[in-house]
């Protein structure tokens, strides 16, 4: 009667330890074989008493009892083992497929219940991105994959433009032909003066200066004709050749300067 209480005590005890083993592999998303075989432990324990293992129990009936308890924990393995198939999701697409990133487009880890996909830093380093108009959107793409909406503003900012256009009030200011190291003023309406600087060939070099400052801001060397954009404080210019001679006889070699302010923008 004692062997039978203490037996009676062990199965009690396994029992509740397979019960906890369950509900902490449930809770903590652990591997589906350590809940499948907790909780066909817990199951076998339960109906062992039932298969000989505890009252009345006989050597001459062990085999059957090892038998009837193998024949209890591989059906309860193999029903808890097909249940949490059928509960648990497959990563479909797989990760490879696809990238999981945050609202700052960093990629991060992410688990989908028992699955856990690191991030993947590697296909966005080898992707080859463009930028397309779509559905009269600007959008980042990669092959035929869309990968980001693109802020026009934020292309403006980088100096990108797919159009430009003068500010109200604003005038083309021409020099008249400057030869090399003459001044002239681009005031009104810039506050800008320009030098022609280091003539060769059929290149006119040119420096602009900060009126208030006196800090050279720009410098260049244009071909007649050609222009070249700049940015100083926040606003964006323009700098051109109208008119240029370098093989006038009677004279030093000169230049006509245009310049502009520019408002740049994507549409």
């Given amino acids: ?32 074989v350590i809940t499948a075989i907790s909780a066909s432990l817990m199951v076998t324990a339960c109906l062992y008493r039932f298969l000989g293992g505890v009252e009345g129990s006989r050597l001459s009936v062990a085999s059957f009892k090892a038998g009837g308890s193998a024949a209890v924990f591989g059906a309860a393995l193999w029903f808890v083992t097909d ?27 992410v688990t989908i219940d028992q699955t856990t996909i690191p991030a993947n830093t590697t296909l966005l380093e080898d992707a080859v ?35 430009a256009s003068m500010p109200a009030n604003r005038i083309i200011k021409f020099t008249d032909p400057l030869e090399p190291g003459k001044e002239a003023d681009l005031y009104p309406p810039y506050p800008f003066s320009i030098r022609a600087d280091n ?42 050749v109208s008119r240029a001679a370098h093989n006038d006889p009677s004279r030093a070699p000169w230049a006509v300067f245009g310049f502009a302010e520019l408002e740049l923008g994507v549409r």
């Fill in 83 to 109: 249940e949490l198939r059928n509960h648990t999701r497959t990563v479909d697409p797989p990760a490879t497929e696809w990238i999981a990133i945050d609202r700052s487009g960093k990629p991060v880890e």
């Fill in 199 to 240: 003539f060769r060939d059929n290149y006119n070099g040119y420096s602009i200066m900060d009126m208030e400052t006196d800090t050279v801001v720009a410098t260049g060397l244009l071909v007649t004709k050609t222009f070249e954009v700049f940015g100083y404080e926040g606003r964006t210019y323009v700098i051109f």
């Fill in 1 to 32: 009667m004692t062997n039978v209480k203490g037996e009676t005590q062990i199965l009690l005890g396994l029992i509740a330890l397979f019960s906890i083993s369950v509900a902490v592999s449930l809770w903590l998303n652990g591997p589906p």
């Fill in 129 to 163: 991105w463009g930028v397309e108009r779509r559905d009269g959107e600007i959008r980042a793409v990669t092959s035929d994959e869309t990968l980001a909406k693109v802020d026009p503003e934020s292309l403006r900012l980088v100096g990108l433009f797919n159009y």
